[in-house]
């Protein structure tokens, strides 16, 4: 059985999967997205998603496409349908088709939605955290609204590939100050020489990550130190350990930086333990 895609109201073969030429997210990025973790064929910190998501449109003035129950719906259809397992669930939402012009179209105009499913090999994750990652660091270069979870990610994708062409997992963008801001598709976290948890707090320019802020929750419960501050690449090679979070990598030890080993230069007991525990506590709690 094939991929099935959602499209505007229909599930479609994911090879015919089409949006029209003047959909505005194809034309100016004016969308946002949202990205689910799936364990076992459930939705991982759903609520968190949906909460950030509504806000991302709520910040462009684009409505809600339908309500958070019937989205809910039709995500968990999207699901049943590729029968996946463990994996992530994409949804965009863009403010819709109209005749090209960079101001919102007069009228209404329905937002266009697209949803994909897509299954992640669980077993190939486990082995690349137990080996841990590389990070490149990039200059910022992102506009003054990361916090918007926009489709906009043409820097984002650069970095990617920077960190791509030099054998990393992930690029890590550094602020005019010389401070990690946040990875281009994941938050950058260390355990500093203390011992203390570290990562940027969200009134700086980063996206508030959803896996960021339920890891919150299990570093409390743990009793574990945590400073919601910046730390720039030179702490994190001097850190103990260092890793990122997200939807797409949970909890990552990074080992490297720029090619200098971060602590012993493998994933050390803090990140092993938490990405287990956020993994039991997202299990747990799906929907
Ligand atoms: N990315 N920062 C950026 C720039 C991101 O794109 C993401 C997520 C995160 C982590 O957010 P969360 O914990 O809510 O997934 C931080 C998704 C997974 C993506 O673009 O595929």
């Given at each position: 059985?094939?991929?099935?895609?959602?499209?505007?109201?229909?599930?479609?073969?994911?090879?015919?999967?089409?949006?029209?030429?003047?959909?505005?997210?194809?034309?100016?990025?004016?969308?946002?997205?949202?990205?689910?973790?799936?364990?076992?064929?459930?939705?991982?910190?759903a609520?968190?998603?949906?909460?950030?998501?509504?806000?991302?449109?709520?910040?462009?003035?684009?409505?809600?496409?339908?309500?958070r129950r019937a989205l809910t719906i039709?995500l968990k259809?999207?699901?049943?349908?590729?029968?996946?397992?463990?994996?992530?669930?994409?949804?965009?939402?863009?403010?819709?088709?109209?005749?090209?012009?960079?101001?919102?179209?007069?009228?209404?105009?329905?937002?266009?939605?697209?949803?994909?499913?897509?299954?992640?090999?669980?077993?190939?994750?486990?082995?690349?955290?137990?080996?841990?990652?590389?990070?490149?660091?990039?200059?910022?270069?992102?506009?003054?609204?990361?916090?918007?979870?926009?489709?906009?990610?043409?820097?984002?994708?650069?970095?990617?590939?920077?960190?791509?062409?030099?054998?990393?997992?992930?690029?890590?963008?550094?602020?005019?100050?010389?401070?990690?801001?946040?990875?281009?598709?994941?938050?950058?976290?260390?355990?500093?020489?203390?011992?203390?948890?570290?990562?940027?707090?969200?009134?700086?320019?980063?996206?508030?990550?959803?896996?960021?802020?339920?890891?919150?929750?299990?570093?409390?419960?743990?009793?574990?130190?945590?400073?919601?501050?910046?730390?720039?690449?030179?702490?994190?090679?001097?850190?103990?350990?260092?890793?990122?979070?997200?939807?797409?990598?949970?909890?990552?030890?990074?080992?490297?930086?720029?090619?200098?080993?971060?602590?012993?230069?493998?994933?050390?007991?803090?990140?092993?333990?938490?990405?287990?525990?956020?993994?039991?506590?997202?299990?747990?709690?799906?929907i």
């Open positions: 059985m094939g991929r099935i895609a959602y499209v505007n109201g229909r599930f479609v073969p994911h090879g015919e999967a089409v949006v029209h030429i003047e959909d505005r997210g194809y034309q100016l990025a004016d969308a946002v997205y949202e990205v689910w973790a799936l364990f076992d064929g459930r939705l991982a910190d609520e968190g998603h949906f909460a950030r998501l509504e806000r991302s449109l709520s910040e462009l003035s684009i409505p809600m496409p339908m309500s039709v259809e999207a699901v049943r349908r590729n029968r996946v397992r463990d994996g992530l669930v994409y949804l965009q939402v863009s403010r819709g088709v109209a005749p090209r012009d960079h101001a919102f179209p007069a009228g209404e105009v329905r937002p266009a939605v697209v949803i994909t499913v897509k299954a992640v090999d669980r077993a190939a994750a486990e082995a690349r955290a137990a080996k841990g990652v590389s990070v490149v660091t990039t200059p910022e270069n992102r506009w003054g609204r990361c916090d918007i979870k926009t489709v906009g990610l043409l820097p984002n994708a650069l970095a990617k590939q920077k960190a791509r062409e030099a054998g990393a997992a992930e690029a890590w963008f550094v602020d005019e100050l010389g401070f990690v801001t946040e990875g281009a598709s994941s938050n950058a976290w260390i355990v500093d020489g203390e011992g203390r948890l570290r990562t940027r707090d969200t009134n700086a320019n980063i996206l508030r990550g959803v896996t960021r802020l339920t890891l919150l929750d299990v570093i409390r419960e743990e009793g574990l130190q945590v400073d919601e501050r910046p730390f720039t690449p030179d702490e994190a090679v001097a850190a103990q350990e260092a890793f990122i979070t997200g939807a797409g990598t949970l909890v990552l030890p990074v080992v490297a930086v720029d090619g200098r080993p971060v602590g012993k230069g493998e994933p050390g007991p803090v990140a092993t333990r938490l990405r287990r525990l956020y993994i039991e506590r997202a299990r747990a709690t799906a």
